[in-house]
């Protein structure tokens, strides 16, 4: 007799666009899940792997109908939305979503909530030391935590500290503070103890969470095995990378505010996101219980250590195998901005500059050049412009340059590319990129391939705001002739360079074939 199917249970992933969720997916459809995400917008999500085995939901977190749509029918929901920077009344709005959804799963009879928040100093301990309260960042983490555990559905709240993974902000800021200065003065934060911990053990964790008993509805402290300062995490980053020892000089006047310019200044980590990072780490926060044992047994090999978490991030950095990074989950715009194919009327003026040139080179060689551009192959016109535009940026708080690509040949839908946005990619055909520097107004990049013959299109696209947009886009007008118009050509060269070279490489094989 044929035991009977049954069909594998639903699970919910808010943040699916973001560092952890984009990494938790596929780790719950490879664990025998259903998996279901909601996301406002889910063109980006259309890029990752597993988007065709997956459920998506189109909605916002804030609404209460749309986070209703995507609890129904489901068993276990994974929370995990937070800000990235510190805007004003963040925390309440946090709190609102946390309420709306605890709200919706405990009326859809979801039976087990996963929340990823922050490690903690035990309270009797910042009672000793009352000038240090908890970071806002911290405190709304907790926060919600509290809101998702009194909804009445069961919560497991893992509370992590420093996750040490490629493409997460910790690590970036941990990497890039490492090797780009070797020698530093530090704020004395540097010598607070922290208990970082792996995103293998971190996906790990979430993904068994879903299995605890109906009673457990507490927060969790996880960690690694190591527990070290911040400074000897940088010395263990430069050892495991096979850098020199860093000079370390802590001094006492580094307020979160300055540490915050330094750390925007040296990593690609913008002071807007450092901030909130360097907060937290003014804590010392270690694991105070391993309770999650208990129903999470550890590996048989151990929780992975620092020094070997460090080795998985590089080789993975180094392979360009980087699957979500911490960018991926900052957007700016909203849906409400104009698209640079409405009509001019849909949002006022729109500036342009066109450009096009044709080219021998196949659409396949041109294509391979576009989706190429940007990171350490650049933007085919005035390095050092681009680097002076970068360093602007930064210095008004922008992305600049620092945040690079996340995969060398491929972009997807959503991530970010240096200061840039990738708002549509249709392979062969068009890549939209969406500004995300400091603009008094909207700008996009699209580049465009156009076949029989084989065209290059280039379109800049500025929408002012006010008087200093279009102020701006006069004053900047004078260079677009030397940028944008020595990129067309670089760029169709470079790709006749790609065509030209599988030519050469074809007429050997067959030379070599006759012979």
């Known amino acids: 007799m044929t035991a009977p199917q049954t069909t594998p249970r639903l699970a919910l992933v808010t943040g699916a ?91 859809a009879g979801v039976q087990r909530i996963v929340y990823l928040g922050g490690l903690t100093p035990e309270a009797a301990e910042r009672r000793q030391t009352p000038s240090a309260p908890l970071s806002p960042h911290l405190a709304s983490r907790q926060r919600v935590g509290q809101i998702l555990r009194d909804s009445g559905v069961p919560t497991a709240e893992l509370r992590a500290a420093v996750i040490i993974g490629s493409g997460s902000a910790s690590f970036e800021m941990l990497r890039y503070l490492t090797e780009r200065l070797p020698a530093m003065v530090t704020p004395k934060w540097v010598h607070n103890r922290i208990q970082p911990i792996a995103i293998r053990d971190v996906l790990r964790y979430l993904v068994a969470s879903a299995d605890l008993p109906a009673d457990v509805n507490r927060p969790f402290d996880i960690g690694g095995p190591d527990v070290i300062t911040y400074a000897d995490m940088m010395q263990r980053y430069a050892h ?35 901030r909130p990072l360097v907060k937290s780490l003014k804590h010392e926060v270690f694991c105070h219980e391993h309770d999650i044992a208990d129903y999470i047994p550890d590996p048989e090999s151990g929780l992975i250590g ?64 576009i989706e190429g551009i940007g990171g350490p192959r650049g933007w085919y016109s005035f390095p050092l412009a681009w680097e002076v535009r970068g360093l602007m940026d930064r210095a008004v708080g922008g992305v600049g340059l620092r945040r690079g690509r996340r995969d060398p040949d491929r972009l997807m839908v959503g991530e970010a590319l240096d200061f840039w946005r990738v708002e549509e990619r249709i392979p062969e055909e068009l890549l939209r990129l969406r500004a995300e520097m400091r603009l008094p107004g909207l700008a996009w990049l699209e580049m465009v391939v156009e076949e029989h013959p084989t065209t290059y299109r280039q379109r800049a696209i500025f929408h002012p705001r006010g008087l200093w947009g279009h102020a701006y886009w006069w004053m900047v007008a004078p260079f677009h002739g030397v940028v944008f118009g020595s990129m067309v050509r670089n760029i169709v060269r470079a790709a006749e360079e790609i065509q030209d070279d599988a030519l050469a490489q074809d007429q050997g094989s067959t030379s070599a074939h006759v012979r």
């Open 17 to 107: 666009t973001g560092y952890i969720g984009g990494r938790l997916v596929p780790e719950l459809l490879d664990a025998g899940f259903r998996v279901r995400v909601l996301a406002r917008s889910p063109d980006r999500l259309r890029d990752r792997p597993w988007a065709n085995d997956i459920e998506v939901v189109a909605g916002d977190a804030t609404n209460a109908a749309d986070v209703s749509k995507a609890v129904a029918d489901v068993s276990v929901a994974y929370y995990l939305l937070h800000s990235l920077v510190e805007g004003e009344g963040f925390d309440d709005l946090e709190a609102s979503m946390a309420q709306t959804f605890a709200d919706a799963a405990a009326t």
């Open 240 to 274: 495991v990378a096979e850098l020199r020892r860093r000079i370390i000089v802590p001094v006492p006047v580094l307020s979160p505010t300055l540490s915050s310019h330094w750390v925007g200044l040296v990593t690609p980590v913008p002071r807007a996101i450092a």
């Open 306 to 369: 620092f020094d070997r978490a460090v080795e998985l991030a590089l080789r993975r950095i180094k392979d360009a195998d980087v699957a979500t990074r911490w960018s991926n989950a900052s957007v700016l715009g909203a849906p409400s901005d104009p698209l640079p194919s409405d009509p001019e009327w849909a949002g006022g003026s729109l500036y342009r500059d066109e450009r096009e040139r044709e080219t021998d080179a196949s659409p396949a060689a041109l294509w391979q050049v």
